[in-house]
């Protein structure tokens, strides 16, 4: 769409007689199928233009909208970083996805059902499972806006202010704070973008920042639980390396002989002669085996 109209007249009497004239030669026959790509300004322009009624006609469109899911976008970013100048430098882990979670938002649609989010809606699409909705209600979701995901921020914008980030600093690393704060300067560097658009695209950085902390909490418990079972693993393996070196062949229930808790167990008495009778609290100390005597409180006396 972008060619001269001499050549989308060429495409014309293509389409229409099977044949197209090219220069001094002769009719040259072709029955071919010719696809073509265009973003969606210049198709508007095209259809715009009274000239073009009978292509336009002729002409099968397939709207391809841009990708919905945070998890794929992830991998897009990955394939174009591999492919510039930014495959040497080291790019901190969630950097891409807080970057994707962006990107991904400013293309979704505000969903009418009831309780779903925007947010909600950008994790089920990713295959997460989000308290009272399935899976099942996706397709109900993407049915429900035809043109969902045709506008939006591409992923050029964001591998261009990936890079900006970096030119601006001479380390040879990203996070996702970094990359989070270049796309907020870009904003303001974009001519495009309405007062009202630019105010919509902060408000989905504050919510992918907040999705960061949450992952950043999580990989925190994670490391913490993994940090404390490899601790406990070691201090078991100590102590039973020091009750076997205590008692070398001896008898291994006095080696690993685990005190228990202190406890208190309620026992029955017999009634007694002048009062009631009624049960008596038992207390072990902690610390003691079975062998060691138990301590009796001495209970509420008889008048």
């Known amino acids: 769409m972008k060619c001269d109209e001499k050549f989308l007249w060429n495409l014309l ?36 233009n009274k000239k073009n009624e009978a292509l336009q006609s002729r002409i099968i469109v397939m709207k391809i909208p841009y990708n919905l899911k945070v998890s794929d976008e992830v991998k897009i970013y990955e394939k174009l970083i ?32 009831q309780g779903m989010d925007i947010v909600k809606k950008m994790k089920l699409y990713d295959g997460e499972d989000v ?7 996706v397709s109900e979701l993407r049915s429900e806006f035809t043109d969902e995901g045709m506008s939006g921020v591409d992923p050029r914008y964001v591998i261009n202010r990936l890079s900006s980030a970096l030119i601006r600093t001479s380390t040879r690393c990203i996070n ?11 904003l303001d560097q974009h001519a495009s973008i309405t007062r009202e658009e630019k105010e919509r695209l902060l408000n989905f950085i504050s919510v992918a920042r907040k999705e960061y902390d949450e992952l950043a909490k999580k990989e925190i418990q994670k490391a913490f639980v993994y940090s404390y079972e490899e601790s406990a693993k070691v201090l078991a393996d100590r102590d039973i390396r020091e009750r076997q070196e205590e008692f070398p062949g001896g008898n291994t229930d006095q080696a690993f002989h685990l005190r228990p808790e202190r ?9 007694a002669a002048q009062g009631g009778g009624g049960e008596k609290t038992v207390r072990r100390p902690q610390g003691c085996g079975e062998d060691n005597h138990l301590h009796q409180d001495p209970g509420p006396r008889a008048a």
Do not use: C, W
């Not at 790019?91 to 990107?103: E, G, M, N, T």
């Not at 308290?131 to 209600?137: I, P």
């Not at 996702?176 to 870009?186: E, Q, Y």
């Not at 406890?263 to 008495?269: G, Q, V």
């Open 13 to 48: 009497s293509l389409s229409q007689e099977g044949n197209f004239k090219a220069g001094r030669f002769a009719l040259i026959y072709a029955d071919e199928m010719i696809v073509a790509h265009t973003n969606e300004n210049e198709y508007k322009a095209f259809i715009a």
């Open 82 to 113: 591999r492919q510039s100048d930014l495959k040497d430098i080291h790019i901190a882990p969630h950097s891409l996805r807080v970057a994707s979670i962006f990107s991904v938002l400013s293309r979704l649609k505000e969903s009418k059902k």
């Open 131 to 137: 308290e009272g909705f399935k899976q099942k209600d």
């Open 176 to 186: 996702p704070l970094d990359v989070l704060r270049a796309l907020k300067d870009g």
């Open 263 to 271: 406890k208190e167990i309620r026992l029955p008495f017999p009634r």
